[in-house]
Structures are given as C-alpha cells and as structure tokens.
C-alpha cells in the first residue's frame, strides 16, 4: 500500500536550537510530496512542497526540508525552532489508488518548542 | 485567511440523521477537497471534485456523498449518522486537479453526534 509515515507522534525542543520533524514515504512513481502545519482549531496550512528539480526545498517561516530519494524521506527542519512554531505538523503525499491519485497525509507530528 | 470557506462552523445532531456541510473554495480554484480529521483516524481524505466532476475518492462511506456546483461551491452529505462520524470535516482547495500544486484549507466544520 502506498503511504507515508511520521514515526514520531511528538518533538519537543528548546528554543533557539534546531528542529527536526520525520515523513517517511512509500509510494510508486515520482513522489509528489507536502508538508502542512495546524495550530489549534484551525484548518491546515502550506509550508512547502516536493515536485521536481533540488533536493532541498525551502518554504514559509524559515522552514525547509530535504528530500532523499534513497532514503524515502522528506523531513521538515528548521535552524532555530521558536516558541511560535508550536503545533500539529502534516507530511503528505500524492499516493496511488486504483486508476487515480488521492493525496495521503501523515498522522501528524505535534511540535512542542519550550521556551 | 485562507480565502476558503465553510458553514457551519459547529454542527451538532443526533444519530440517525442528515447533516449537509457546505464549502467555498478560494476564488479561481477549481478543485475541491472534502477530509474527515479525528484523534483516531487522523485526517482522512474523502473526495475530490474538479470542475463540477468527481476526480478521486478515498475513504469516503457509502452514507457520504458530495457534490460540486456549477459556481463551484461544493456541498458534502452525511446521512445516517453514527457516533462515530463525530469528527472535524475539513475542505481544501487548489487551482489544479494533479496534486502538484498546494492545498488551501477551511477552518473547518466540527460535526458532534449525539
């Protein structure tokens, strides 16, 4: 089945140092891969996608992630984590059902930053 | 704001029942999302609609149908309904139908069945 992971239900992490948040991912084809962020009660928000071209994508509010074709994975990062950054952390992926693609997400990371 | 919208933004009914959740995609979207998101089935896709046409479809229950207009607005259908369905239902759009382009979210419909 195609799919993508987050082995990791929460981070936790100082502010100031750097953050690290894992997608694994299992599908066929190009992987066509997204990463969302949710603060509490509201709807999903782009961060930063993987189509095509380098590996190492940067998106909105500092974030960037690399992706490793050998590796199967796609892991958010971030320099110096701030306590802002706190919230649910989405990987998703274009995943292969049947004749068409569904777009698959993670079970989410929830990021803690302490201040 | 991300220019998504939905109604209403609290929904509560009891088993057995008919619900319709509405959504506005962002102005020039063509594509339409519907997610189901709760604690133990995380966020689920259900249907996709493109241009007024069903384009995929994930886990969506046969009790569950949506549909896309003509103005674009897309209506989702939850009929009898289980506790189990409490859930926040979520809508997303974008401006193609090929997953290569970012999804824009709605605040949400929190759905409680009594």
């Known amino acids: 089945a195609q799919s993508v992971a987050q082995p990791e239900d929460q981070v936790n992490v100082a502010e100031g140092n750097p953050l690290t948040v894992k997608c694994t991912y299992s599908v066929s084809g190009n992987p066509y891969l997204f990463w969302y962020v949710q603060y509490p009660n509201r709807g999903l928000q782009f961060l930063l996608k993987?189509?095509?071209?380098?590996?190492l994508v940067k998106g909105s509010y500092g974030f960037e992630a690399e992706f490793n074709k050998s590796q199967t994975s796609f892991h958010l990062k971030k320099p110096s984590a701030l306590v802002s950054d706190s919230a649910l952390y989405f990987c998703a992926v274009r995943a292969r059902s049947g004749g068409s693609y569904i777009p698959t997400f993670g079970r989410g990371t929830s990021l803690i930053v302490h201040p | 704001d991300s220019g998504v919208t939905q109604t209403p933004k609290h929904l509560i009914t009891a088993t057995g029942q008919r619900v319709t959740l509405r959504c506005s995609p962002r102005s020039g979207d063509l594509s339409v999302y519907w997610y189901q998101q709760s604690l133990d089935q995380g966020l689920q896709f259900l249907i996709q609609y493109y241009n007024g046409e069903e384009r995929a479809k994930g886990n969506i229950l046969e009790r569950f149908s949506a549909q896309q207009f003509p103005d674009l607005h897309s209506e989702l259908n939850l009929s009898s309904l289980e506790l189990g369905d409490s859930a926040l239902y979520f809508c997303a759009s974008s401006p193609t139908g090929r997953f290569d382009y970012e999804q824009y979210f709605g605040p949400g419909t929190r759905l409680t069945v009594t």
């Open positions: 993987y189509i095509t071209g380098d590996n």
